[in-house]
């Protein structure tokens, strides 16, 4: 590719806290088109800057004119300590360090909400009952490395994303194996608060494998997340075991957050982790979860939910967040 800059090229970012993707993004009237997207692991850099600099270097670019990054973590003036990841990015940083003329910091789970309702439904596997998505605000939602929450309000032809921290709200266990599960996992964090991005995460579901064990009577081995999501789908008892617990506490999850938000036109899973045990989470207890919310389960009842399948939706978040209609949805 030619390596000076063009008019219309721009850089897009989606830093999580195990990779970092990057793909630039050519304009073409409203439209984007994603370029050479490309993983990197955070772990191999000391800085988001020098990655952003050795992927420029792989697609020949000097500097694109402009970039938009989505990162995993809060953002408070133009700065993000990922939650995570230790690394510290600011927008005044990438500005200085990789030329760009004009860089934003999105939240990850803000691409996502700007991402879904764009996504092919090739992109998407619904789960549940069958029907066209509905008129009305979303919510994006998915076990990572972390856990992220967003909404998407739509209003009279705008979209709003709203960045959440949702990931951090308590853990509500609903029968006697949760509660117990919860009882270890606050005696393993010395009386601290079991968050539900401490269950539904790649490092939750490795705790909660060890915990669901233990409440259940059954003794069994610690096990990395892809292990276990890998020996579910294979059939193992107890990690299949972990794998539905995992799904029925996402279902659960979903749903408060269906209604939190008010999210009538559906919900979207995104994330590393559901579209590798996608065949146990149809088969789970997650839409039952999802729905049964007592007095308010006609509500939930009626909300669409999809897994997004699409291996570079923030990016394309990230891209949409470079339109005019884009950067005026995240000013």
């Given at each position: ?87 510290k ?11 760009f ?6 939240n ?20 549940g ?63 601290g ?30 096990l990395e ?10 059939g ?22 269906a209604?939190t ?60 967040a ?10």
């Amino acid at each position: 590719m030619d390596g000076n800059q063009r008019p219309g090229l721009g850089l897009v970012g989606d830093i999580g806290g195990t990779n970092a993707r990057f793909a630039l993004v050519e304009f073409d009237g409203q439209d984007v088109r994603l370029i050479e997207p490309t993983a990197y692991k955070g772990e191999d850099y000391g800085k988001a800057e020098d990655a952003i600099e050795d992927y420029l270097a792989k697609v020949g670019v000097k500097h694109p004119d402009q970039a938009v990054v989505a990162v995993a973590g809060p953002i408070e003036d133009g700065e993000v300590h990922m939650t995570n990841l230790d690394w510290k990015i600011s927008e005044d940083g990438l500005r200085q360090a990789n030329g760009f003329r004009d860089a934003k910091l999105i939240n990850d789970f803000t691409a996502q909400a700007l991402a879904a309702p764009r996504l092919a439904a090739k992109d998407l596997r619904q789960i549940g009952p069958l029907g066209t998505l509905a008129e009305g605000d979303l919510a994006i939602l998915g076990p990572g490395t972390g856990f992220g929450v967003a909404g998407l309000m739509r209003r009279h032809g705008q979209e709003l994303p709203v960045a959440t921290e949702g990931g951090h709200v308590a853990f509500a266990p609903l029968d006697e194996v949760e509660i117990e599960v919860l009882r270890l996992l606050t005696k393993q964090l010395d009386g601290g608060r079991v968050s539900v991005e401490r269950i539904l995460s790649g490092p939750g579901m490795e705790d909660l494998h060890v915990a669901l064990g233990a409440a259940e009577g059954r003794k069994v081995e610690a096990l990395e997340a892809k292990q276990i999501t890998q020996r579910a789908v294979d059939g193992c008892a107890d990690s299949l075991a972990t794998v539905n617990r995992f799904c029925a506490v996402l279902g659960s999850t979903a749903g408060d957050i269906a209604l939190t938000l008010g999210a009538r036109g559906g919900v979207f899973i995104a994330g590393g982790i559901a579209p590798r045990i996608i065949d146990i989470l149809e088969k789970s207890p997650f839409r039952q979860r999802f729905e049964a919310k007592g007095r308010l389960s006609g509500y939930t009842q009626d909300i669409p939910t999809h897994v997004i399948l699409h291996p570079h939706t923030a990016l394309i978040g990230a891209a949409v967040a470079l339109t005019p209609e884009g950067k005026a949805a995240v000013a």
